[in-house]
């Protein structure tokens, strides 16, 4: 009775009517509304405000809790309480209604600014309408319970190592530790603050505690410390942030959600309007035609009904046509070309296409959804009445036109693609690959069928302009003499674009024009002539790149040049120096907005990109990575704004203290109390800390700097140092508890959401992975992707001739212990004891122990002499065949010299001896023959897979770094040194500022350089004369923040995601699939089978062969029924293949695996080739099946041939006996 309201008709109807209104759309989106504006105006507190300003947001505060109130209670009177109260959304906007109500009721009880705090979980209703945002909450929500027993054991790893921190070093914590002065903040006197430390390791802080704790307790912090870190940061809290970022991926941040209930009704409050805007619009534009009508019926009684419906048809001019494809109307032909609305490329219509009906689209939604069909031809016309003309032009059209019609989708190469699995090839095209390119990707990922894709490349430039545009202008597809000749020239033009030095000369000018924007440093004014030079530079790159930019017009067309988002990068970037030339030659370069546009030319080095395959790779993968790591980033920003409005709360205008003016440093409390006092003294100063919590903005940079662990400590000081009450001085530690406001924001501001980016990107390259396998792996099972993926190793490899062994007797005793692998195994052994000896050196060492390891080093050198002598002699020429022995040689040459020359090379060169260390990396060749080192080879598979993509990403980030050092340089060059800025890490020259964007690009130190940059106190400004040496805190703001975003967060996480990926490729390989390693096995053993290097063993061998072979290929004697039954081919002369005998192995493997492995097409299409001289005439199993036919043969033969004898034998006794008788 008390849960549902629903015993009394009058009652229900007034439920109805509440219900008809507050679940109407309009109501949805006034309330979404209502939170987004509650939100901004929560946003908008600052210190010092203005009262009426302080009025008007205590006022919006008071109208939005009625709205919300109001909401709730209807939804309440609508519902009932009993399904009110079923769905959490409706719980969760209750609560927060009654939080709201208290704290309006109690403003004005001091000490309840929390209950305000609560109001911004409103901003949590945004996900009702937003799915990326309820799907993150969501999986957030269900990854905490599901990681409900991991959670609990890091909180009680925390518990334990704070009570141990406490227990142990506690009570030694004392003023006398610390010769007198007062106790460190961070210490283990009580459980917060032991709490805090621990917490703190965690975050990865943690050499500044053990250094306090190791002056007061001695060593025994060390291992508390190291194990602190190890288990509690290296291991339980990775594992934790492992197992959440594994529910979120790039599939379900990028992919479009199920739509739910509030999201489908503001959708729908959206159409209204649009559809109200529609309808006026119709009858504003149809009023004076209708008028006209009318008067004209009047006029002229004679018009018929059905002209008169004729006329009114015509009315709306703006619609669109759709021509569908239908076999019982009327044809059209010949061909038809029409740009396509998506994607602006040209749609091309076959000829008999049939045209079944006439829809008149007035959405564009509508029209997008009819072209993303799979209908096979289709056709837009912007305008009815231009059909019948189009129609006709394109019928006078010869065959020029039909020419011209093939040159539409791209700017050289066409690909009408009918089936979806090969539009990747498109995509490609739009992506700016040239023609060659896609060429090579074509004969990578295998051929075409001639019925599923149809691939033209042209030998000349597209048209000019879209198809539309023909119709203005038809002159221009004559074929008089000027067009003639002016398609010459563009065909011209195109042979040059399209010629292979033109574009190494372009990416030659582009870096010459990059090193010459390196050298504006700060010494770039100080030579006039050197200036001028670099001027005269700027100029003539400036007329060589619109040259270049007026090539490709004439070239590629204007449609074909700004339909390609790589020309498009060009063009912004030369109309930047254009407009810079325009200026220089006005005189108004001095003109700040031109001097801001002057800095635009930093972009130029990213005309590169589209240049250097390796970096459009990764921008390609970044670019697919953009809406999810967007969607990211809001959410980052939606649960930053939460706390960054929390702080304000908590901490407006409280971080201020009175310091001296002279030392910098904050004065005692007790001596100076207030902002009055303060100001009241000499030589002291009512100073604000610049990261402060003062307005959201500052806020946001403030928790910024805490999510990125650099220079949260002194932030979280001020924190806790604050008073409640404004312009009081703070006092250590009097608001302790608001340490665990920064606990809660780095557990959910920073491990969860900036470690999203790598989950982001992670599962991002997963899917470019799916898409890259193409539509071979399309169609393949795990099983057969895994054979597949081993085919491709295999192909990789191939045997190798071996070394002959030396007829000599004692060259070929040699030769057999030098080729032995147990002599690597010692040789290793001495190169680790050699680095041991390396790094037992120190400075300021005893002389006795300098002669001892002198001795020692030449011990080495004479081992290595004589492996290298050794080698040689047993080898002989054969030896410098192989890399690592050319390496082994000149180490030994140079370490010889540096005994030898010792003086000289020590002072001019480095020491040789260091060249041994690099010899470690042989560690890893004899690592296979340790059955224990498998998990270090896993290892080191991962970081060999790793390395061309980590070149490839090494190279954008070389980019990005070096064109935020030229902005460095522009803005920052002359500033102050002082905090981040000395005389060696600044951005006077481009050297020290690309050193110092190197060192940023970890996130290390930046809070003191962007201290320095946006300094603008206590510094000289700029004048007419001189530079100034004072920074800029918006630019600076900006320029770092936007540098961190880009290097720190996404392009350093893409070095994070590569090597988690291969690294659980090469794991997966290990544990499921075969290693290089053991194909590198696989071919080692058959070196002793083939030493000449065929290719091809006697069918005798290979019992043999495959009985010596190593796990887990080998197959043990006896394995003859074993090898029939594995059908591997012979060849003729009766002999076997390599590729053949790795294959039928593979696929044994998998199938002693479980997975056994059904031929198909695809896996046909990607077999390896055969050499051509010999061809297979049976196999193993047909060689059995041949054996055994042969036998029944035989044994029939034989016993015919004993029936015949003995039939002879007993016709010879019948004569004999006749004869006798």
């Not at 009025?55 to 009177?77: D, H, R, V």
């Not at 002194?714 to 508890?737: G, H, R, T, W």
């Amino acid at each position: 009775m008390l849960c549902v309201w629903d015993c009394f008709w009058c009652w229900i109807r007034v439920q109805e009517l509440v219900a008809l209104v507050v679940f109407d759309p309009f109501m949805e989106l006034f309330i979404t509304l209502c939170i987004v504006s509650n939100t901004l105006f929560m946003a908008m507190d600052h210190h010092n405000m203005d009262k009426d300003f302080e009025n008007i947001l205590q006022k919006g505060n008071y109208f939005f809790t009625a709205i919300f109130a109001i909401e709730a209670m209807m939804k309440l009177m609508a519902l009932s309480p009993k399904f009110y109260f079923r769905e959490g959304w409706n719980i969760f906007d209750f609560v927060i209604v009654v939080l709201s109500l208290l704290d309006v009721s109690l403003s004005s009880v001091s000490g309840l600014s929390v209950l305000r705090s609560f109001r911004l979980l409103r901003v949590f209703k945004l996900a009702k309408s937003w799915p990326t945002l309820n799907l993150l909450i969501s999986i957030m929500g269900k990854t905490i319970g599901d990681l409900g027993n991991l959670t609990f054991v890091l909180v009680i790893i925390i518990f334990i190592f704070a009570v141990m921190g406490m227990q142990l070093f506690g009570k030694n914590y004392t003023e006398e530790s610390f010769g007198g002065k007062e106790i460190p903040r961070w210490n283990f006197k009580d459980f917060m603050h032991s709490f805090m430390i621990v917490f703190r390791v965690l975050c990865g802080e943690w050499i500044e505690s053990m250094w306090d704790c190791m002056r007061v307790s001695g060593a025994a912090c060390v291992p508390f410390f190291l194990a602190t870190v190890v288990i509690g940061n290296l291991v339980v809290l990775n594992l934790f942030l492992a197992l959440l970022l594994s529910s979120f991926g790039a599939s379900n941040l990028s992919a479009p959600t199920s739509e739910s209930a509030d999201t489908k009704k503001l959708q729908e409050a959206f159409d209204r309007f649009s559809r109200g805007g529609k309808w006026i619009k119709h009858r504003t534009l149809s009023f004076p035609k209708t008028r006209n009508q009318i008067r004209d019926q009047i006029c002229d009684h004679s018009i018929s009904y059905e002209e008169m419906l004729k006329t009114s048809n015509k009315i709306d001019q703006t619609s669109e046509i759709i021509l569908v494809e239908n076999e019982k109307n009327q044809q059209i032909s010949p061909s038809i070309s029409i740009p396509n609305a998506n994607n602006m490329k040209a749609t091309t219509i076959l000829p008999n296409v049939n045209l079944e009906m006439v829809h008149l689209i007035q959405n564009q939604n509508d029209l997008n959804k009819i072209n993303g069909t799979n209908s096979q031809t289709k056709s837009i016309i912007n305008r009815k009445e231009n059909n019948d003309a189009q129609i006709s032009r394109k019928n006078s059209m010869n065959v020029n036109f039909e020419s011209d019609l093939s040159r539409k989708i791209s700017m050289d190469t066409e690909i009408i693609v009918k089936d979806e699995k090969f539009s990747s090839l498109d995509s490609n095209l739009i992506q700016g690959e040239s023609r060659s390119d896609v060429i090579k990707s074509i004969e990578v990922n295998g051929k075409l069928d001639a019925a599923t894709a149809d691939v033209v490349i042209n030998e000349y430039p597209s048209e000019c302009w879209p198809e539309p545009m023909y119709q203005y202008c038809p002159w221009c597809l004559d074929e008089t003499t000027f067009w003639a000749r002016w398609k010459t020239i563009r065909s011209k033009c195109y042979k040059i674009v399209e010629h292979k030095y033109f574009e190494t000369l372009v990416i030659t000018l582009i870096l010459i024009s990059s090193m010459a924007l390196a050298l504006e440093d700060v010494n770039f004014k100080k030579d006039p002539l050197f200036m001028e030079y670099l001027n005269y530079v700027d100029k003539f790159f400036t007329i060589i790149f619109i040259c270049e930019m007026l090539i490709k017009w004439l070239a590629f067309g204007f449609y074909g040049y700004f339909t390609n988002v790589w020309c498009w990068l060009d063009f912004v970037i030369v109309m930047v120096s254009v407009i810079n030339l325009i200026a220089t030659w006005f005189g108004v370069a001095r003109i700040q907005a031109f001097k801001t546009m002057r800095t635009l030319r930093a972009l130029r080095p990213l005309r590169a990109l589209s240049r250097f395959q390796g970096m459009r790779v990764v921008v390609n993968a970044l670019i697919q990575a953009i809406p999810a790591i967007f969607n990211v980033l809001l959410v980052c920003l939606i649960f930053w704004l939460i706390f960054s409005i929390m702080g304000v709360q908590l901490f407006l205008g409280k971080f201020y203290q009175c310091i001296d003016a002279k030392t910098k440093i904050r004065l005692n409390a007790s001596y100076v109390p207030n902002k009055e006092a303060c100001e009241a003294r000499n030589h002291t100063i009512w100073y604000n800390p610049p990261i402060n919590f003062d307005n959201v903005l500052n806020a946001y940079l403030a928790l910024f700097q805490v999510a990125t662990f650099k220079g949260w400590t002194d932030i979280m000081n001020n924190a806790i140092d604050s008073k409640q009450e404004l312009d009081e001085q703070p006092e250590k530690e009097v608001n302790l508890y608001m340490y665990l406001y920064f606990v809660f924001f780095i557990i959910f501001g920073s491990f969860f959401t900036l470690n999203l980016f790598i989950g982001v990107i992670i599962d991002n390259f997963n899917e470019q992975k799916k898409k890259a396998g193409g539509s071979l792996e399309m169609f393949m099972t795990e099983d057969q992707k895994k054979y597949y993926n081993a085919m491709k190793k295999m192909g990789s490899k191939k045997p190798m001739k071996a070394i002959p062994r030396p007829r000599f007797k004692l060259q070929a005793i040699v030769f057999d212990v030098t080729t032995n692998k147990k002599f690597d195994m010692i040789i290793m052994l001495f190169i680790a004891l050699n680095m041991f000896i390396m790094s037992m050196d120190e400075y300021r060492q005893n002389p006795t122990v300098s002669i001892i390891l002198e001795r020692l080093n030449l011990f080495f050198i004479a081992i290595f002499t004589a492996e290298c002598l050794l080698k040689i002699f047993a080898l002989r020429w054969h030896y410098f065949k192989e890399p690592w022995n050319v390496f082994d040689f000149v180490v030994v040459i140079l370490s010889i010299l540096g005994v030898l020359l010792r003086d000289i090379i020590a002072k001019y060169f480095v020491s040789p001896t260091l060249l041994r260390v690099v010899r470690v990396v042989k560690v890893g060749r004899v690592l296979r023959l340790v059955k224990g080192a498998r998990g270090i080879r896993t290892l080191l598979f991962a970081l060999a897979m790793s390395l061309p993509a980590l070149f490839n990403i090494c190279l954008l980030l070389f980019l990005v770094i070096f064109i935020y050092a030229i902005f460095g340089m522009s803005f920052f060059m002359n500033v102050k040194q002082r905090y981040g800025i000395d005389e060696t890490f600044n951005f006077s020259t481009f050297s020290r500022s690309f050193i110092l964007l190197f060192q940023m690009s970890t996130s290390a130190g930046w809070d003191h350089v962007l201290a320095a940059i946006m300094d603008e106190n206590d510094c000289t400004p700029t004048g007419p004369e001189n530079e100034g040496d004072c920074g800029n805190k918006g630019i600076a703001i900006a320029f770092l923040v936007s540098y961190l975003i880009i290097s720190f967060l996404i392009i350093i996480n893409m070095y994070i995601a590569v090597i988690l990926e291969n690294y659980s490729q090469a794991a997966e390989d290990v544990h499921e699939g075969l290693t290089d390693d053991d194909y590198d096995m696989y071919y080692e053993i058959w070196q002793k089978f083939d030493p000449k290097g065929t290719q091809f063993i006697s069918y005798h061998q290979l019992s043999d062969f495959v009985h010596a072979l190593e796990e887990p290929l080998q197959i043990p004697k006896p394995n003859k029924f074993k090898l029939i039954s594995m059908d591997i081919p012979i060849c003729v002369e009766d002999m076997c293949y390599c590729v053949d005998i790795l294959d039928a192995l593979t696929k044994d493997f998998f199938a002693r695996k479980g997975h056994v492995i059904e031929e198909t097409a695809e896996l046909a299409e990607v077999a390896p080739m055969k050499l051509g001289q010999f061809e297979h005439i049976s196999s193993t199993l047909w060689r059995q099946r041949e054996v055994y036919c042969s036998k029944i043969i035989q044994k029939v033969w034989r016993d015919y041939l004993k029936r015949k004898k003995q039939f002879a034998t007993n016709q010879s006794r019948l004569n004999t006996i006749e004869e006798e008788s």
